[in-house]
């Protein structure tokens, strides 16, 4: 089975109109990165989101911070993290990918602000391709955006809960 095919549901169209949303983008593998920025787009354009801010990093290693500096610049309801780390010769696409995985999680559990995981971490650029199809195909990234959409309908439907709870 392919990863593709056991994919989460979508939050409902236009559910997140209301939310600002940050996109943190690697430049590194330029090619496979802007196939899963277009899907980020489409998401966020299907889920009503217009609010948005983007940065670039040069590459997946520096995508936490940048991800954690989004959080200190202002309201920011969601985040979106894209980019690619293809295996190559050595260790290093392991440290890379590792390194980003649990750098975007330690921001996510300090700050409280959602990031939905838009990296790729694969053997080759077939699978690279595989993973950032266009319309109505796999796109890591479409999936990231829809992940960090729902998250943060989720907190503030959490927060408004608590909010109730002291009011009473």
């Known amino acids: 089975?392919?990863?593709?095919?056991?994919?989460?549901?979508r939050p409902p169209?236009?559910?997140?109109?209301?939310?600002?949303?940050g996109i943190v983008r690697a430049?590194?593998?330029p090619d496979i990165v802007d196939r899963l920025?277009?899907?980020v787009r489409r998401?966020?354009?299907e889920l009503g989101v217009t609010d948005t801010s983007e940065v670039t990093v040069p590459g997946c290693f520096e995508i936490p911070l940048a991800a954690k500096l989004l959080t200190e610049r202002g309201k920011?309801?969601?985040?979106?993290?894209i980019g690619a780390v293809i295996r190559g010769e050595t260790t290093h696409y392991e440290l890379v990918s590792e390194g980003a995985a649990q750098g975007v999680m330690a921001?996510?559990?300090?700050?409280?602000?959602p990031i939905g995981f838009g990296l790729v971490t694969v053997e080759n650029e077939e699978q690279a391709l595989a993973r950032s199809e266009g319309p109505g195909g796999h796109n890591v990234g479409e999936d990231a955006a829809?992940?960090?959409?729902?998250?943060?309908?989720?907190?503030?439907?959490?927060?408004?809960?608590?909010?109730?709870?002291q009011n009473r």
Request: hydrophobic share 45%.
């Open 27 to 29: 430049t590194w593998n």
């Open 43 to 45: 998401g966020l354009e």
């Open 13 to 21: 169209p236009g559910s997140g109109s209301s939310l600002r949303v």
């Open 37 to 39: 920025a277009a899907g």
């Open 1 to 9: 089975m392919a990863s593709g095919d056991q994919r989460a549901g």
């Open 107 to 113: 921001v996510q559990l300090e700050t409280a602000i």
């Open 146 to 165: 829809y992940v960090a959409v729902e998250m943060a309908l989720l907190a503030r439907d959490r927060s408004a809960g608590s909010k109730t709870e």
């Open 76 to 81: 920011i309801d969601a985040i979106v993290t």
